[in-house]
């Protein structure tokens, strides 16, 4: 072969390998690309899972917050409503003051009209049965009738004079069990004990006790 053959068939040669060199160039260059938007993509997966996890959190610990807050309120509200249960014998009247009894003959709104009464105790008889001695054999350990016990009842008996008072917006009524509400709770037939101001020229109501 001459020198001219041979560096023709080289040439040929070289020819040929540049597309295939080409081609892999380009195949390589595309397996990367592909490679970094694979990596891209799960870069802003990961990104996004993370910031939906942020997001519950938040809600998370705004929906604790709200209840801590709800559940404060609702302490303070609950302390402020209880009271101890005051007997007329606890009541401190001061000079210028007076304690009344009476029993609510009409209301309507926080006008009031009420029967004074006076509390008496009434006792009752009621039956019961005998317990033998415990030293009683067993064959007399049986029923030898019965027996009356007394009890005694608190009885509101109403008086002619009524009353027809105004209850200031903000007076405390206490309920039977305690609890501190408002006029609204009053209703007709209630028995109270009124703790009233007559220094001035007209008598102002100063707390309400529901008694039944």
């Given at each position: 072969m001459s020198k001219k053959e041979y560096k023709?068939?080289?040439?040929e040669n070289e020819g040929k390998n540049k597309p295939e060199?080409?081609?892999?160039?380009?195949?390589?260059?595309?397996?990367?690309g592909l490679g970094k938007r694979n990596m891209t993509n799960e870069s802003i997966r990961?990104?996004?899972?993370?910031?939906?996890?942020?997001?519950?959190l938040v809600a998370i610990g705004i929906f604790l917050?709200?209840?801590?807050?709800?559940?404060?309120?609702w302490y303070t509200q609950i302390r402020e409503t209880e009271t101890e249960v005051v007997s007329s014998?606890?009541?401190?009247?001061?000079?210028?003051?007076?304690?009344?009894?009476?029993q609510i003959t009409v209301i309507?709104?926080?006008?009031?009209?009420?029967a004074l009464v006076e509390e008496t105790q009434a006792t009752t008889?009621?039956?019961?049965?005998?317990?033998?001695?415990?030293?009683?054999?067993?064959?007399?350990m049986i029923l030898e009738g019965m027996e009356e016990t007394e009890a005694t009842t608190v009885v509101y008996t109403a008086l002619e004079e009524e009353r027809t008072a105004t209850i200031p917006v903000g007076t405390e009524v206490v309920t039977k069990l305690g609890t501190v509400t408002t006029f609204s709770r009053l209703a007709s037939g209630d028995v109270m004990k009124i703790l009233v101001d007559n220094a001035g020229?007209?008598?102002?109501?100063?707390k309400i006790w529901i008694l039944e």
């Open positions: 023709n068939v080289h040439q060199e080409v081609d892999m160039s380009l195949k390589e260059i595309e397996r990367i990961i990104a996004k899972k993370k910031k939906r996890k942020k997001k519950i917050i709200a209840i801590l807050v709800m559940g404060g309120i014998e606890n009541i401190a009247v001061e000079a210028g003051q007076e304690l009344l009894l009476g309507n709104g926080n006008e009031m009209t009420f008889q009621r039956g019961g049965m005998n317990r033998p001695d415990a030293k009683t054999s067993s064959d007399a020229e007209e008598d102002v109501i100063l």
